[in-house]
């Protein structure tokens, strides 16, 4: 029904900058709530940002200050503007929705989906 695709993830030194995006397609009605997460090696997937329809956006202590959230509902895509990045946060990257979806000609339901990942590395 919905899919997502994200797109920036590679290698950077530290104090260096990279940018993920992440579109969504498909019968979407609303994207209700867009986060992105990380998941390293031997650790829990933790949520670093996310941002909800009515634009207000929460940051994992680690990141604030670091790390921004945005979107363009016209595209239904989101981004993660990460600067100065530090060797700790190396990780697979994640983006994550809560959709509103249609899964017939007029029903819609919410939804939950996961991207396919993209690997962020920061070397010392």
């Known amino acids: 029904q919905v899919q997502l695709v994200e797109s920036g993830g590679g290698l950077v030194q530290a104090g260096g900058s990279l940018r993920l995006s992440c579109a969504a397609s498909g019968r979407i009605r609303r994207l209700n709530a867009m986060d992105w997460y990380r998941q390293s090696p031997g650790k829990e997937r933790e949520l670093v940002a996310r941002?909800?329809?009515?634009?207000?956006?929460t940051y994992a202590s680690s990141v604030k200050g670091r790390f921004t959230i945005s979107r363009d509902n016209a595209k239904n895509t989101w981004y993660l503007q990460m600067n100065s990045l530090k060797p700790e946060d190396t990780a697979a990257y994640y983006c994550?929705?809560?959709?509103?979806?249609?899964?017939?000609?007029?029903?819609?339901?919410?939804?939950?989906?996961w991207g396919q990942g993209t690997q962020v590395t920061v070397s010392s």
């Open positions: 941002i909800i329809s009515d634009g207000s956006t």
């Open positions: 994550h929705a809560d959709v509103s979806a249609y899964y017939s000609e007029t029903m819609y339901s919410s939804f939950s989906y």
